[in-house]
């Protein structure tokens, strides 16, 4: 993908609640990638899930899900049961040069409260 | 498995010195490592590609001469930031691929903090 677009700069979510990050993308390649990488304030990356362009089922990992609508050019995260605990900065990414580079949105932070 | 580490975790130097930054893949070995920098509440901007055994791969405006890297071993790349000044003080963070493939999962290292006064 050669240009990753995260439309939410913030988001707020009730505790135990479910709550989708937005993400589109745009690439003229057939085959392409799409992860989603969380933030936490250490400023540590931490891979959630990875959805490949040829995947017939959306990815799902635990509490984390991939709305994967290709016509549309989207990978929504989608996740579930919020917790105190995902509160953090939601970067979507997209492998672009020949897959050997990732090109990251400007990420989405997000804040559960309790 | 697939831990990243980084070294130092922050530095802080004065004006004109270098400062060399170690990325480790721990547990697996990687041909390819990437270099990112992040400023303040802005994404993360790819560096370089790190190449085992070969040149890096620079992205366009990053300057080699400043920032060099060396990609000596399957689990060790360095990057030195050379003649540091207040303006390269931002968060660098490395990434090791699994795998071959270019599909394969970029895991990341903790970051190191770099402030130049």
């Known amino acids: 993908a050669q240009k990753i677009t995260q439309t939410q700069p913030g988001m707020f979510v009730q505790e135990k609640e479910a709550v989708t990050l937005d993400c589109t993308y745009d690439t003229s390649d057939q085959s392409y990638g799409l992860f989603w990488y969380k933030q936490p304030s250490s400023g540590e990356m931490i891979f959630l899930i990875y959805?490949?362009?040829?995947?017939?089922q959306n990815a799902t990992e635990g509490r984390y899900s991939l709305n994967f609508q290709k016509a549309r050019k989207s990978a929504n995260l989608v996740i579930s049961a919020s917790q105190l605990g995902d509160s953090a900065m939601y970067f979507c990414?997209?492998?672009?040069?020949?897959?050997?580079?990732?090109?990251f949105g400007a990420g989405t932070r997000l804040a559960v409260h309790p | 498995g697939a831990v990243v580490s980084q070294h130092p975790s922050w530095v802080i130097c004065k004006s004109g010195t270098s400062v060399k930054i170690e990325c480790r893949s721990l547990d697996f070995q990687a041909t390819t490592m990437f270099w990112y920098r992040q400023f303040p509440k802005q994404s993360l901007m790819l560096m370089a590609t790190s190449n085992e055994g070969s040149k890096a791969t620079y992205e366009q405006g990053v300057e080699k001469d400043k920032f060099l890297i060396n990609h000596a071993s399957l689990t060790l790349s360095t990057l030195t930031v050379t003649s540091a000044h207040p303006e390269d003080s931002s968060f660098y963070i490395c990434?090791?691929?699994?795998?071959?493939?270019?599909?394969?999962?970029?895991?990341f290292g903790p970051g190191t903090r770099l402030t130049v006064l």
């Open positions: 959805q490949g362009s040829y995947d017939e």
């Open positions: 990434s090791a691929r699994v795998g071959e493939m270019g599909t394969d999962t970029q895991y």
């Open positions: 990414a997209g492998l672009s040069g020949g897959y050997n580079k990732l090109i």
